[in-house]
């Protein structure tokens, strides 16, 4: 009976998909199977009766003494029953990332332990290729939402650049009289400086929104993230006959955040419902950027009086592709759901009162 339960074992150990190895009380290695061989680069041969701490890092070897001693002392399991990622060492030196189970095998004094291996090279490779297509997707969506509101930032530009004009041909007229008055030449060059600067401040903000980079998250002012939008968004609206205002909030916490990813999110927000209104046959067209804190948490809302979201739309409003504008991607909300779950907040839609859309994005605060 025993042969014929030594024969199960070592047919249940060839057959696992993931690495298995039974370690005695000490971390001696007792099985080594076929898996945990490929994984690792050893034969079982050469891994018997040696401590399986060859198969860790230094850090991790010396944490698995601790658990093993821990418990051979106290028998009160920390690992054991347990799973968790560690860093595997195979055979020629390289690592790679792994998710370990330890089990006690029962009956046995002293302890034996199982362990189970799964290799997660696989799943962090698909993991990181999902994270940078959805960077790049993120990238290709801002440049087309800027790309979008084109006309409005060339009119934002032509402002100070035909005020830079003007008081230029002013300088001119003045410095060709006799007697020129300095002080006005002074104030208009003052004036060719300040509109210079206002244009500069447009082309940073639009470098920022289509800068790839995301940086480290920090602690802002969401008020002045939204504030430094406003030409923008101000730009597109009076292009399309809308009257944008800002509802913001004082004394606001700060909230921690990638400064890009959340304006791409309110400049998505924005821009739909400037979309929405553009279909406002008559009566006024009002979009509303509020700021405020409620329930524990800092929340942004855009809201408009258009003619509010469909039915047909209203239960797949969040998943890609789904848009009720002709030639829309519909990718839009879903991005910014996404940037916004990132950041551990929420974004909903309600339909507004009396008629129109909001949608709100909620974010804890610092």
């Not at 409005?152 to 100070?160: K, S």
């Not at 003045?174 to 300095?182: H, I, S």
Request: proline residues 3%; contains cysteine.
């Amino acid at each position: 009976m025993a042969t014929e339960s030594t024969d199960a074992l070592v047919a249940l150990l060839s057959a696992a998909v993931d690495g298995v190895v039974v370690i005695d009380h000490l971390g001696k290695v007792e099985a080594f199977n076929h898996a945990a061989e490929r994984q690792f680069g050893y034969r079982a041969a050469e891994l018997l009766g040696r401590n399986v701490n060859v198969l860790m890092t230094e850090d991790e070897g010396r944490a698995h003494n601790g658990y093993l001693s821990h418990y051979l002392a106290t028998r009160v399991p920390q690992i054991i029953g347990k799973g968790r990622e560690v860093t595997a060492r195979r055979k020629d030196g390289s690592v790679f990332p792994a998710f370990l189970s330890v089990g006690l095998m029962a009956g046995a004094e002293p302890p034996r332990y199982v362990c189970f291996i799964q290799d997660l090279t696989l799943r962090r490779r698909t993991e990181e290729n999902s994270r940078r297509l959805q960077e790049r997707l993120w990238q290709v969506s801002r440049l087309a939402t800027v790309g979008e509101m084109a006309s409005g930032i060339a009119h934002e530009l032509n402002q100070p650049l035909t005020a830079i004009a003007n008081y230029a041909q002013a300088c001119d007229r003045l410095l060709a009289k006799p007697g020129a008055d300095l002080e006005e030449i002074r104030g208009a060059l003052q004036e060719i400086a300040g509109q210079a600067v206002r244009a500069g401040d447009i082309i940073r903000r639009l470098r920022g929104l289509a800068r790839q980079d995301e940086g480290p998250t920090e602690a802002t002012d969401i008020n002045l993230l939204i504030s430094e939008l406003t030409d923008l968004v101000g730009a597109e609206a009076r292009s399309h006959g809308v009257e944008y205002r800002l509802e913001l909030a004082n004394a606001l916490p700060r909230v921690e955040l990638h400064r890009t990813q959340i304006q791409q999110v309110i400049l998505n927000l924005t821009r739909n419902a400037i979309e929405a209104l553009a279909q406002k046959v008559d009566g006024r067209r009002t979009l509303v950027l509020r700021t405020a804190f409620t329930g524990g948490a800092l929340q942004i809302s855009v809201c408009d009086d258009g003619p509010g979201v469909s039915a047909a739309i209203r239960r797949c409003l969040f998943d890609p592709f789904c848009s009720s504008q002709a030639g829309g991607a519909g990718l839009g909300l879903a991005i910014s759901r996404t940037i916004v779950e990132r950041h551990h907040g929420t974004l909903n839609h309600r339909a507004n009162v009396p008629t129109g859309a909001c949608f709100i994005a909620q974010l804890p605060v610092v």
